[in-house]
């Protein structure tokens, strides 16, 4: 079975500040990963993923995660938070790589303040 | 402009009364996917569609019936709708179900749906 655990249902951060958004998954075998992104009142759009091509991602709007094996993680990071940044995040985990086989976590709803 | 829609965007709706959400993609995607959202437990898969006149169950398909006649569409039908199927739901496509390497989802807007 394969499954992700975000750590934080809720993390604040100041506007400037580092974003940092925990992923932890389950995988029987080297899995696929993925970020997404919902703003309020939309549905999720992709932010990033990895497919074992290469263990640091970036992703749109600054946004980067590093797959990390040994800690089996793919923590989501940007180094200065903006106000647009308030949004819920979501990891995801498929270890076929496929779509239909994509497993979300709970999501960590991530609030920016002045 | 590529897009996923769904309607209708909100609806309140009673115990019994058949209800169906619609979903429509211009993207000529194979795959479709139908999920729920329920705070707490994130996004969970109802059911999916390799293709037209492929269905599949997800992860929580008790409840609801899909069908896909068409490619673009993917209507998902609850026949006796209860208050536990209060959600937000989600329409999601993709180029591929099958295409290793990760294939991104496109997600429409989402319908709230209550059930009284």
């Known amino acids: 079975a394969q499954s992700v655990t975000q750590l934080g249902s809720h993390v604040s951060v100041s506007e400037g500040a580092l974003v940092l958004l925990r992923c932890n998954y389950s995988?029987?075998?080297?899995?696929?990963l993925f970020w997404y992104v919902q703003y309020p009142n939309q549905g999720l759009q992709l932010l990033l993923k990895?497919?074992?091509?290469?263990?640091l991602v970036k992703g749109i709007n600054g946004f980067e995660a590093e797959f990390k094996k040994s800690e089996t993680s793919f923590h989501l990071t940007k180094p200065s938070a903006h106000m647009s940044d308030a949004a819920e995040y979501f990891c995801a985990v498929s270890k076929t790589g496929t779509a239909s086989k994509l497993t979300f976590g709970t999501g960590t709803r991530l609030q920016v303040t002045l | 402009e590529a897009q996923v829609t769904q309607n209708p965007r909100y609806l309140i709706t009673v115990t019994g009364k058949k209800l169906t959400v619609t979903c429509s993609q211009n993207m000529n995607h194979e795959y479709m996917s139908w999920y729920r959202q329920d705070p707490g437990l994130g996004l969970r898969q109802i059911y999916y569609?390799?293709?037209?006149?492929?269905?599949d169950k997800g992860d929580v398909p008790e409840g609801y019936k899909v069908s896909r006649k068409e490619k673009r569409n993917f209507p998902l039908i609850l026949e006796s709708p209860s208050p536990n199927q209060t959600s937000l739901y989600f329409c999601?496509?993709?180029?591929?179900?099958?295409?290793?390497?990760?294939?991104?989802?496109?997600f429409g807007s989402g319908t709230q749906l209550s059930v009284l």
């Open positions: 569609s390799m293709n037209v006149e492929v269905t």
């Open positions: 999601a496509s993709s180029f591929s179900g099958t295409s290793v390497g990760g294939e991104k989802l496109f």
């Open positions: 990895y497919t074992s091509a290469a263990t």
């Open positions: 995988s029987s075998v080297p899995p696929y």
